[in-house]
């Protein structure tokens, strides 16, 4: 889709993501359903990419994470002390996982200042 084939743009994560925390993603009961589905403490979060960055920190992390090739996405809800915030990054770097938890530390030490 549109030359990008995992399909999946900043834009639409971000525009997805703030929809879902919005209750607006198709209905306010369907948005509850997908939260739930990404808070689920059955399946723990891989401890990749944001998690890896965030998860020490002591805050609930809502995330869809993805890699296809040398492409590497995150995208989350972090919410925590003095924080709410939405966090997408992709990046098309053969050291994309590392950059992402270097990202989402900055992000966060800025965020939650």
């Avoid at 059955?42 to 960055?53: E, G, L, N, Q, R």
């Avoid at 925590?80 to 050291?95: F, Q, S």
Wanted: glycine residues 4%; charged residues 25%; neutral net charge.
């Amino acid at each position: 889709i549109a030359d990008n084939s995992h399909a999946a743009t900043v834009r639409q994560l971000l525009r997805f993501f703030l929809l879902l925390e919005q209750g607006k993603l198709i209905s306010p009961a369907a948005s509850q359903t997908m939260r739930e589905l990404f808070a689920s403490p059955d399946i723990p979060h891989d401890d990749i990419k944001f998690v890896k960055a965030l998860a020490p920190r002591g805050v609930q992390i809502l995330r869809k994470w993805g890699t296809w090739e040398k492409w590497f996405h995150d995208a989350a809800i972090v919410t925590g002390p003095n924080r709410h915030y939405i966090l997408v990054a992709m990046t098309h770097n053969k050291n994309g996982d590392d950059y992402l938890v270097s990202l989402a530390e900055a992000v966060d030490d800025f965020l939650s200042k």
